[in-house]
């Protein structure tokens, strides 16, 4: 019978971002301890129930032991209290309860703690020190790690999503249980190879090029003999921690020589091709001209703009009024913005009910340096719900989210979904749980950088990014660094 530790300790930490993950904002989102890991997650496409299917059917090999999942919303760094309590929990199973066979993780690989710069990386070397050198400690990451030196030498395998939207984190997951299945029945000895690549990627779906051939050549390259895993990871330039930046990790069976051959030379050729990494993003202007040109074709599919500095998944607010105050300055009407995060406004809304009339300080209520400042808006209730909904699109399908009491506010011919919970607007439901039909509005801005293409998509006219002022401006080039060296 082999034994492997499980747990989960996530978080993409903005460094932009004044407003720390405490305990309480894990409590609020993903807090769990022992058997609930498994229970909470239990038929839903996540790296924890990957896991689980990937060891269940065989109970008399293996013993899983789930220790903990904490999850939450990106934000400013991790309190020390909050670190701590998850590094030590994991530290004191493995020292206490084992010995284990195995220590199986799903870990983010962009987390900044206020007292510590590499949140992986000493996470992993604390359990290297505790389990030595021979057991096995596999974990998946997102595909926005800044993959550091420290985590690569202290772990047996990394394994990062290749795909942004992130679409594959649960089939990643599978493979990376899959692959420590196969190393604790020595059918394979995987060995590591690791190359940093000091460029700062913008956010960057892997649909456009160069990354589609890119991600092409990685999957070529997993073709040779031998070879396991080539994946290229993006980096996460809002950390601002030294290590930052792109990075290629590879994996092959027993031959640690080809695999660090492999990575320096993927590495080598992102590199020189660093100068076509780039993007153009709208300003705020352009992108409502294009949309209300494109949605008086005659095309009745919506035309989305993603508000992506106020991302909520790359540690924003989701309070900036920039685009907002365009769309009411411009008397633009048709149009749905999801999700504006406004705890005060959504009080109103409830206190006020269904069908009354309204009068808000809309958003804004952050650093007005960088939010806008609040909307006045008068307007009528349309509709008031608990918030909740399941993910019903391919990005970690059947996930739970709480957008806690949510109004629905129709103003100046527009839709306003207000939150009182921050929440990204990556899925259809997020609006369909309100009562909003998305294939139906002429205009949606959604507060999203990329996610939002796998829910919005298919349903689209078209797409149109936006760079306005926010905590989590999607590219590098206007970012003053405090801690990223080359």
Same mark, same amino acid.
């Given at each position: 019978?082999? /034994?492997?530790?499980?747990?989960?300790?996530? =978080?993409?930490?903005?460094?932009?971002?004044?407003?720390?993950?405490?305990?309480?904002? @894990?409590?609020?989102?993903?807090?769990? &301890? +022992?058997?609930?890991?498994? /229970?909470? $997650?239990?038929?839903?496409?996540?790296?924890?129930?990957?896991?689980?299917?990937? &060891?269940? !059917? &065989?109970?008399?090999? @293996?013993?899983?032991?789930? *220790?903990?999942?904490?999850?939450?919303?990106? !934000? +400013?760094?991790?309190?020390?209290?909050?670190?701590?309590?998850?590094?030590?929990?994991?530290?004191?199973?493995?020292?206490?309860?084992?010995? $284990?066979?195995?220590?199986? %993780?799903?870990?983010?690989?962009?987390?900044?703690?206020? =007292?510590?710069?590499?949140?992986? +990386?000493?996470?992993?070397?604390?359990?290297?020190?505790?389990?030595?050198?021979?057991v096995p400690v596999i974990a998946t990451l997102d595909l926005h790690t800044n993959c550091t030196k420290k985590m690569a030498d202290n772990a047996t395998a990394l394994v990062a999503c290749r795909e942004y939207p992130h679409?594959?984190?649960?089939?990643?997951?599978?493979?990376?249980?899959?692959?420590? /299945?196969?190393?604790?029945?020595?059918?394979?000895?995987?060995?590591?190879?690791?190359?940093?690549?000091?460029?700062?990627?913008? %956010?960057?779906?892997?649909?456009?090029?160069? #990354?589609?051939? $890119?991600?092409?050549?990685?999957?070529?390259?997993?073709?040779?003999?031998?070879?396991?895993?080539?994946?290229?990871? =993006?980096? $996460?330039? #809002?950390?601002?921690?030294?290590?930052?930046?792109?990075?290629?990790?590879?994996?092959?069976?027993?031959?640690?020589?080809? !695999?660090?051959?492999?990575?320096?030379?993927?590495?080598?050729? #992102?590199?020189?091709?660093?100068?076509?990494?780039?993007?153009? &993003?709208?300003?705020?202007?352009?992108?409502?001209?294009?949309?209300?040109?494109?949605?008086a074709e005659a095309d009745d599919r919506p035309v989305i703009i993603a508000d992506a500095s106020d991302n909520v998944g790359s540690g924003a607010i989701g309070d900036t009024t920039h685009i907002l105050k365009r769309i #009411?300055?411009?008397?633009?009407?048709?149009?749905?913005?999801?999700?504006?995060?406004?705890?005060?406004?959504?009080?109103? *809304?409830?206190?006020?009910?269904?069908?009354?009339?309204?009068?808000?300080?809309?958003?804004?209520?952050?650093?007005?340096?960088?939010?806008?400042?609040?909307?006045?808006?008068?307007?009528?209730?349309?509709? %008031?719900?608990?918030? @909740?909904?399941?993910?019903?699109?391919?990005?970690?399908?059947?996930?739970? =989210?709480?957008?806690?009491?949510?109004?629905?506010?129709?103003?100046?011919?527009?839709?306003?979904?207000?939150? !009182? /919970?921050?929440?990204?607007?990556?899925?259809?439901?997020?609006?369909l749980c309100c009562g909003v039909i998305p294939s139906q509005q002429r205009i949606i801005v959604v507060k999203s950088a990329v996610h939002y293409r796998t829910g919005f998509g298919p349903i689209a006219r078209a797409m149109?990014?936006?760079?306005?002022?926010? @905590?989590?401006?999607?590219?590098?080039?206007?970012?003053?660094?405090?801690?990223?060296?080359?």
């Amino acid at each position: 019978m082999k /034994r492997l530790l499980i747990a989960e300790f996530k =978080h993409e930490t903005n460094r932009f971002c004044p407003y720390p993950a405490d305990i309480e904002s @894990y409590r609020t989102h993903t807090f769990l &301890f +022992g058997e609930d890991v498994f /229970r909470a $997650f239990w038929d839903t496409e996540t790296e924890i129930n990957a896991f689980w299917e990937t &060891f269940h !059917s &065989f109970p008399d090999q @293996y013993e899983l032991v789930p *220790c903990l999942s904490f999850d939450t919303i990106p !934000s +400013g760094p991790l309190t020390k209290d909050v670190y701590e309590l998850a590094v030590s929990t994991i530290c004191n199973m493995l020292k206490e309860d084992g010995p $284990f066979d195995g220590v199986l %993780l799903s870990l983010h690989g962009a987390m900044v703690a206020e =007292h510590e710069q590499d949140g992986e +990386g000493v996470l992993l070397e604390r359990i290297r020190k505790i389990v030595g050198a021979d057991v096995p400690v596999i974990a998946t990451l997102d595909l926005h790690t800044n993959c550091t030196k420290k985590m690569a030498d202290n772990a047996t395998a990394l394994v990062a999503c290749r795909e942004y939207p992130h679409t594959d984190t649960y089939q990643t997951a599978l493979w990376t249980a899959q692959l420590m /299945r196969d190393t604790l029945d020595g059918k394979v000895k995987p060995c590591m190879g690791y190359r940093r690549i000091p460029y700062l990627l913008p %956010l960057f779906p892997t649909e456009l090029e160069p #990354l589609r051939s $890119f991600n092409a050549r990685a999957l070529e390259m997993e073709q040779e003999p031998g070879v396991l895993s080539v994946r290229i990871n =993006h980096g $996460f330039f #809002l950390a601002d921690i030294e290590e930052m930046g792109m990075s290629v990790i590879t994996i092959t069976d027993g031959d640690a020589e080809g !695999s660090d051959h492999l990575a320096q030379l993927l590495g080598e050729e #992102l590199w020189e091709k660093r100068a076509d990494l780039v993007r153009d &993003f709208y300003d705020v202007d352009a992108a409502l001209d294009e949309a209300e040109k494109l949605s008086a074709e005659a095309d009745d599919r919506p035309v989305i703009i993603a508000d992506a500095s106020d991302n909520v998944g790359s540690g924003a607010i989701g309070d900036t009024t920039h685009i907002l105050k365009r769309i #009411l300055e411009r008397h633009i009407s048709g149009c749905a913005i999801s999700n504006i995060y406004d705890p005060e406004s959504s009080a109103r *809304c409830f206190t006020a009910g269904v069908g009354a009339e309204v009068e808000l300080s809309l958003g804004g209520w952050s650093d007005p340096l960088v939010s806008g400042g609040p909307v006045t808006l008068k307007g009528r209730v349309r509709a %008031l719900t608990d918030g @909740y909904f399941r993910n019903i699109g391919n990005v970690s399908k059947g996930n739970p =989210h709480d957008m806690g009491r949510t109004a629905v506010v129709e103003a100046d011919g527009n839709t306003f979904i207000i939150t !009182s /919970r921050a929440q990204q607007a990556l899925d259809l439901a997020s609006m369909l749980c309100c009562g909003v039909i998305p294939s139906q509005q002429r205009i949606i801005v959604v507060k999203s950088a990329v996610h939002y293409r796998t829910g919005f998509g298919p349903i689209a006219r078209a797409m149109l990014d936006v760079a306005a002022p926010g @905590y989590a401006v999607p590219k590098p080039d206007t970012m003053q660094f405090r801690y990223w060296r080359m």
